[in-house]
């Protein structure tokens, strides 16, 4: 959670700083912050507010002064309320300190500098931090005045702070921080959350996500865990917990900056809804088999080494991520007869998993950063059990800790509510499931699956031309007390992940449901005041979801179906019908996915919600 910003260069500073707060706002909204550091050897100056990034940038307007550099933060609270005195940047003496994630021991710590006599104005783990770092660089001056250091020396008393002061502090985190007195210089510690960095021969960026650097630089340094760094205008160095220099490569993205804005859109949601047959394309681009090639994989050794003799399959993921392999479950025990498990991350790593020798374990995460999947994903990377990634953004930790990385090609996501991400994860977990099929010798007709993988993207052009009546469905919901969508099958996890995006921007009550399950609790809360979604597309379970139907009807639940054009069975049987293209077993996940969506839209419209940001949500979680 908690976006970071750092720039150093010749543009406006507070322009940049705020636009990549902007672009990082989907990581936390309930306060933001900048540091300023002027031309001259005047203070450092401190703006920070409750809210949204706008009312900083509302707040900077008044600011006039010539910025060398600066530094910048929207908060996700997790230590102390969302107030002006608890948000980012914390100063302590001449350090200015931004943080994403938690210090685990800031207590312990705090009460160590208070008997020093260290007073704290917030109730942050944060502001623990910039004194803890202030006061081992002072320590380390012993008696010098840092302004009388040469420029190495200034360094490298900062650097031996960083240093001693992670030794201290235990927790997953990212710090960055600027120095008063060191113009023209930014310094961070990247301890399991996520720092990118990159610099022009003018200027230098860092950004807790690629977003912050994206339109102005396409190549990046992604830190991995357990480095410092000390940036400065066209210069980057590297050093492991030891001050021990490192090279860390940089990585070329492709992702364009106009992905990054709505494109006329209301929303980032709606605008990513609509990108659904696209980046699904994208993402089968070039790994599905032709008559002469199999499927194909970026790198197809490892590809074939991960799924040899594989006996167990184990996936592991958080929120819709989580409903994705859910769906996977069904494809791979299906076609490749292999049993499947499939937990959430933060269950998983802490009831002590059994592996088998051949157990493969998959994550699945659009951000790549989710500290419950990463820290589930290093379980298994500690056990020796071979792992996979279905990741989307890359040079993420997870995209690069796990053995093998299948990445989704949905470009930046930024709606909190996932969309685009979950259509592309179940694309490419529908060809690796089919590939491993084939493979295993489970699957005869897997050129046929794959074939028809393929029409998806037209198929779900199909949908969206009905998204006007969607939405409007959508909008009408507004008149129920409880939303329950239902389904069998493939259909349940998709019921799941519909009632998790009505909750996440609407806020109104959902549940999601296996259809057969519902006289196991849930239909006690039926009346008329319910509305139940019923997902049921003519597949082998479509009787017995016909059949569970019929005990909401009987309890005056107002049903929504739906279902291919033509199933009259069911049809008669719904107060409200919604026709969906006729489509393989397979595909129906995907193609059913999209009209909830677009319903949660609507009704989220309807009530006036913050529908790209969702009150106490963040997209990236990175605290546990
Ligand atoms: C947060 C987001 C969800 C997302 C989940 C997992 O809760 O709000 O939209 O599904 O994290 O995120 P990941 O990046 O691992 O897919």
């Known amino acids: 959670m908690c976006g970071i910003v750092g720039y150093v260069g010749p543009k406006n500073v507070s322009e940049v700083l705020i636009g990549g707060l902007e672009r990082l706002e989907y990581r936390g909204y309930d306060s933001a912050g900048v540091a300023l550091m002027p031309h001259s050897k005047e203070d450092v100056l401190i703006k920070r507010c409750v809210g949204r990034v706008s009312a900083l940038k509302d707040a ?102 960083l240093k001693i002061g992670t030794q201290k502090v235990e927790g997953h985190y990212a710090i960055l921080v600027m120095v008063a007195g060191l113009e023209g210089h930014l ?39 357990k480095t410092i760094f000390a940036g400065q205008i066209n210069h980057l160095d590297f050093y492991d917990f030891d001050l021990k220099k490192k090279e860390i490569p940089m ?34 681009s070039g790994r599905l088999p032709t008559e002469e090639l199999g499927f194909l994989w970026d790198d197809l050794e490892k590809h074939k080494d991960l799924w040899k003799n594989v006996d167990r399959l184990h996936f592991v993921a958080c929120g819709t991520a989580y409903y994705a392999a859910l769906t996977a479950k069904y494809f791979f025990e299906k076609w490749a007869r292999i049993p499947v498990e499939v937990d959430l991350a933060s269950e998983f790593r802490y009831r002590n998993p059994v592996f088998t020798q051949n157990t493969v374990v998959g994550v699945v995460s659009q951000s790549g950063e989710t500290a419950d ?39 930046p996501e930024i709606g909190v509510a996932s969309t685009k991400a979950f259509s592309t994860q179940l694309a490419i977990l529908s060809a690796l499931a089919q590939d491993v099929a084939r493979m295993r010798g489970t699957l005869v007709n897997w050129q046929n699956e794959a074939e028809s993988l393929a029409r998806v ?85 479509s009787a017995k979801t016909l059949s569970n139907l019929q005990e909401i009807k009987a309890r005056s639940g107002w049903i929504i179906g739906l279902g291919v054009e033509k199933h009259d069975a069911f049809r008669k049987e719904c107060n409200e019908y919604l026709a969906l293209p006729e489509a393989d077993w397979a595909l129906s996940p995907m193609l059913y996915v999209v009209p909830l969506q677009l319903m949660a839209y609507g009704l989220a419209k309807q009530l006036g919600c913050d529908i790209d940001k969702p009150r106490n949500l963040a997209k990236s979680v990175t605290v546990e």
């Open 251 to 284: 990585s070329r993205i492709d992702w364009s900056p106009d992905k990054i804005a709505k494109g006329g859109f209301d929303h980032f949601m709606l605008k990513e809804i609509f990108e659904q047959p696209s980046v699904v394309a994208d993402t089968l």
């Open 373 to 411: 999947t990463l820290a589930a994903l290093r379980l298994a990377l500690d056990e020796k059990v071979k792992t996979f990634a279905v990741c989307n953004v890359p040079g993420s930790s997870i995209s690069r800790e796990a053995n093998v990385n299948y990445q989704t090609k949905a470009g």
């Open 60 to 161: 900077l307007k008044s600011v006039t002064g010539d910025f060398a550099q600066g530094i910048a933060h929207t908060r996700w609270a997790t230590h102390g309320v969302p107030s002006e005195v608890n948000a980012h940047p914390h100063k302590a003496g001449r350090t200015f300190l931004v943080h994403n994630g938690i210090i685990e021991n800031y207590l312990e710590i705090k009460e160590e500098l208070q008997r020093q006599g260290q007073e704290f104005e917030s109730q942050t783990d944060t502001e623990v931090f910039a004194h803890l770092i202030e006061n081992i660089r002072y320590k380390l001056l012993a008696g010098r005045d840092f302004e009388s250091l040469s420029l190495p020396e200034k360094i490298s008393n900062v650097l031996e702070s």
């Open 457 to 541: 993207p037209l198929l779900l052009e199909q949908v969206l031309t009905q998204s006007k009546t969607y939405l409007d469905m959508g909008a009408s919901l507004e008149r129920f007390k409880t939303i329950l969508v239902v389904g069998r099958g493939l259909m349940y996890p998709i019921s799941l992940e519909g009632a998790l995006k009505i909750k996440e921007i609407s806020y109104r009550h959902a549940e999601g449901y296996a259809a057969g399950e519902l006289k196991h609790g849930p239909i006690a809360l039926i009346d008329s005041s319910t509305c139940a979604i019923v997902l049921n597309p003519k597949d082998d379970v």
């Open 187 to 225: 310094f961070g510690v990247q301890a399991g959350a996520p720092l990118v960095a990159g610099k022009l021969t003018d200027s230098l960026y860092i950004g807790s996500d690629l977003q912050a650097l994206l339109p102005h630089l396409s190549d990046m340094h992604f830190l991995p865990a």
